[in-house]
Each structure stands twice: as structure tokens, then as C-alpha cells.
Nanobody, 124 residues
């Protein structure tokens, strides 16, 4: 059974960092692109980043380039999102999702499988 489980969320002060993890099971990671999305309170879900798990190519939302970094460990079947210089606007529930066609875009309708999400709160 294909499953994605996020972890690493929590409470952090402005300027701090968090690393989110996405543990995938039930499928071969190299056959998919994994994306990170987030949904802030009262807002629509938005794409954050994605990674293609064969060649490691990545894509980021323009507004997050330079602060967020996506990476993967195919052997461990893990995908990570390193988030630095966090600010209160980064407060959201963060989701990882799998795109079987590896389109490498940040449109959520291209992602077929989703985790339950992990909540990050940035506050002083």
C-alpha cells in the first residue's frame, strides 16, 4: 500500500529552521516525483517544492527559493525539506505528495498520493 508520512513539524521562532521528513513506503521512490505543499490558515494550498527522484532535479516556488531546500535519500525512501529563516508567514500544515508522472510542477492536481500533513508554527 502506497503511503507517505510527514514528520518534523513543530513550533519555531522567527529566523529559525526546521527540517521536515517524508517517509514513503509501498512504491519505488525513483519512479515518482515528490512534492511539498503547504496550506496556511484560511488560505489555499500552495506548492513549495518538488524533487525528481532519478536525477535529483528540483523545482521551487519563486518566493521560497534560497530559504527552502528539498533533498532525498532513495535508499532510505525519505524526502526532506529544509526550511531556513522562517517567518510567521511560513506557518502552515505541510504535506508531501507523490506524482507518478514526475511532471515536476507544483500543481497539486498532478499529485496522486498524499500524506496527512505536519504542522509548523512560526511565532515568537
Amino acid at each position: 500500500q502506497l503511503q507517505l508520512v510527514e514528520s518534523g513539524g513543530g513550533l519555531v521562532q522567527p529566523g529559525g529552521s526546521l527540517r521536515l521528513s517524508c517517509d514513503v513506503s509501498g512504491f519505488t521512490l525513483e519512479h515518482y516525483a515528490i512534492g511539498w505543499f503547504r496550506q496556511a490558515p484560511g488560505k489555499e494550498r500552495e506548492g513549495v517544492s518538488c524533487i525528481e527522484n532519478r536525477d535529483g532535479s528540483t523545482n521551487y516556488a519563486d518566493s521560497l527559493k534560497g530559504r527552502f531546500t528539498v533533498s532525498r535519500d532513495n535508499a532510505k525512501k525519505m524526502v526532506y525539506l529544509q526550511m531556513n529563516s522562517l517567518n510567521p508567514e511560513d506557518t502552515a500544515v505541510y504535506y508531501c505528495a507523490a506524482d507518478p508522472l514526475a511532471t515536476m510542477n507544483l500543481r497539486d492536481w498532478d499529485y496522486e498520493y498524499w500524506g496527512q500533513g505536519t504542522k509548523d508554527t512560526v511565532t515568537s
